[in-house]
């Protein structure tokens, strides 16, 4: 099946700092990448929706000048967080999807912790 | 809206019996169900997916029940093995919207 990829893996870092996080379609173009972020025994909420080349859509709540969302190419979309605090601190998870379809696939995750 | 769970529902079944995890969604309107598996610090795994045209839907050992009238879907896993602990979510969506939302989730544990 189609592979999608996350970096780094975990990332720790210093509350007021910026951490970005990479997620890549290995071997199709996702016209359409989500992020999602998970606290602790919590369901996945869906904090953005990006299509390659326009800006991101967010969901309710979420602040878009915090989470800095780049889909530049069609195999590479970037979240960043900006001046991060302890409560950023979560799992966030990017899942690509494949031309219009609802073929999609989920990367690995990333643990942020923000200390 | 999107679905929030503060605490994970716990399933607990012997290896060998038959599991049968629940999940209940609010829009009426969605129209394609998926059920994801989740292990600890990895991102979700698609099992099945079921559209809103059937009621049922087999794989392999797995089987998804929906019952639209009360807006219900169940995962049903055969013959649970210890590899098969780990938290379920059901998500939905419908036609036009290729986001997800997800449920509360379930924790599977299998007692060898």
């Known amino acids: 099946g189609a592979v999608v990829s996350q970096h780094p893996s975990w990332v720790i870092c210093k509350s007021g700092t910026s951490v970005k996080i990479e997620c890549r379609s290995l071997?199709?173009?996702?016209?359409?990448m989500f992020w999602y972020r998970q606290f602790p025994k919590q369901s996945l909420m869906l904090m953005a929706t990006?299509?390659?080349?326009?800006?991101?859509?967010?969901e309710q709540g979420v602040e878009k000048d915090k989470f800095l969302i780049n889909h530049a190419s069609l195999t590479l979309s970037t979240l960043t967080v900006t001046s991060a605090h302890p409560e950023d601190s979560s799992f966030y998870i990017c899942?690509?999807?494949?031309?219009?379809?609802?073929?999609?696939?989920f990367g690995p995750g990333t643990r942020l912790t923000v200390t | 809206g999107e679905s929030v769970g503060l605490h994970l529902p716990t399933l607990s079944v012997q290896e060998g019996d038959n599991s049968i995890i629940n999940c209940a969604y609010s829009?009426?309107?969605?129209?394609?169900f998926i059920w994801y598996k989740q292990e600890s610090g990895k991102g979700p795994q698609f099992i099945i997916d079921?559209?809103?045209?059937?009621d049922k839907r087999q794989g392999q050992r797995v089987t998804v029940l929906l019952n639209k009238t009360v807006k219900h879907l169940s995962l049903q896993i055969a013959a649970t093995q210890p590899g098969d602990s780990a938290v379920y979510f059901c998500?939905?969506?419908?036609?036009?919207?290729?986001?997800?939302?997800f449920g509360s989730g379930t924790r599977l544990q299998v007692q060898p």
């Open positions: 079921i559209r809103s045209n059937m």
């Open positions: 998500a939905e969506t419908y036609t036009g919207r290729r986001a997800l939302t």
């Open positions: 071997d199709f173009q996702a016209t359409t």
């Open positions: 899942r690509a999807a494949r031309g219009t379809s609802y073929e999609q696939y």
């Open positions: 990006s299509n390659e080349g326009s800006k991101a859509t967010y």
């Open positions: 829009n009426s309107a969605s129209d394609y």
